[in-house]
């Protein structure tokens, strides 16, 4: 097997590992098998809110809003264009619009209805699953950390790039736990979700490069 072919079934299957956590949470959803863990998590949540917490909470969730995602998004897609590489653009543009079909039809199909078991502490709309914060922040984030590890040659570099990526993403997941705005499980489906795009098309992506550069 050759280094590229290998290359592309580690991105498969580490999609393939990400797809099925949000299947396996949603086929439990479906059946009802997670509604008392929901419930239990998200009624716990009154007895940590402080002042302080629910500053940073709101101003975690926001890294995952419509306004922040969309202006990373364009600001790295203009820095991507400016040095010639649009299959990076393309790529990134594609987990962005990819993450909000994807986050449009499920919740949609599925019409979770909001936590209601706690106040919310900021004002939302629409359905709960999945959480659409915990997938557009997992799929563009994580792609803007694969892409621009193809410009980072020091691998202690590389590990420091994923490693904020995946240390925000959780803190905005739970962020929206935290605010009453979503289940644990929207939460959690959502990173999964955004994760196996990214990671998909960080596979199909990396294909599509000259092997030196892949």
Same mark, same amino acid.
């Given at each position: 097997m050759t280094s590229g072919r290998k290359q592309l079934?580690?991105?498969? #299957?580490?999609?393939?590992f990400a797809m099925l956590v949000f299947v396996r949470i949603t086929r =439990?959803?479906? =059946?009802?098998?997670?509604s008392a863990i929901?419930?239990?998590?998200?009624?716990?949540?009154?007895?940590?809110?402080?002042?302080w917490l629910t500053v940073a909470a709101v101003d975690? @969730?926001?890294?995952? &809003?419509? @306004?922040?995602?969309? !202006? !990373?998004?364009?600001? /790295?897609?203009v820095l991507l264009l400016l040095v010639r590489d649009r299959l990076g653009a393309l790529q990134?543009?594609?987990?962005?619009? #990819? +993450? +909000?079909?994807? @986050?449009?039809?499920? $919740?949609?199909?599925i019409e979770r209805v909001r936590p209601d078991e706690v106040p919310r502490l900021i004002a939302v709309s629409? !359905? &709960?699953?999945?959480? #659409? *914060?915990? /997938?557009? &922040?997992?799929?563009?984030?994580?792609?803007?950390?694969?892409?621009?590890?193809?410009y980072?040659?020091? $691998?202690?570099?590389?590990?420091?790039? !994923?490693? @904020?990526?995946?240390l925000i993403l959780p803190m905005v997941?739970? &962020?929206?736990?935290?605010?009453?705005? *979503?289940?644990?499980t929207d939460a959690i489906s959502g990173l999964s979700l955004g994760a196996a795009w990214a990671l998909l098309l960080g596979g199909l992506f990396a294909q599509a490069r000259p092997q030196s550069a892949a």
């Amino acid at each position: 097997m050759t280094s590229g072919r290998k290359q592309l079934w580690h991105w498969l #299957g580490s999609a393939a590992f990400a797809m099925l956590v949000f299947v396996r949470i949603t086929r =439990e959803l479906i =059946e009802g098998d997670v509604s008392a863990i929901d419930r239990a998590i998200i009624a716990a949540v009154p007895r940590i809110r402080a002042p302080w917490l629910t500053v940073a909470a709101v101003d975690v @969730t926001a890294l995952g &809003s419509i @306004t922040l995602v969309t !202006f !990373f998004t364009a600001f /790295v897609l203009v820095l991507l264009l400016l040095v010639r590489d649009r299959l990076g653009a393309l790529q990134l543009a594609a987990a962005s619009i #990819g +993450a +909000a079909i994807l @986050t449009v039809v499920i $919740k949609n199909s599925i019409e979770r209805v909001r936590p209601d078991e706690v106040p919310r502490l900021i004002a939302v709309s629409g !359905f &709960s699953y999945p959480s #659409g *914060h915990s /997938v557009s &922040s997992s799929a563009v984030y994580l792609t803007i950390a694969i892409v621009a590890g193809r410009y980072v040659s020091h $691998k202690w570099a590389r590990a420091a790039i !994923f490693a @904020t990526v995946l240390l925000i993403l959780p803190m905005v997941a739970a &962020s929206r736990v935290y605010l009453g705005v *979503h289940y644990a499980t929207d939460a959690i489906s959502g990173l999964s979700l955004g994760a196996a795009w990214a990671l998909l098309l960080g596979g199909l992506f990396a294909q599509a490069r000259p092997q030196s550069a892949a």
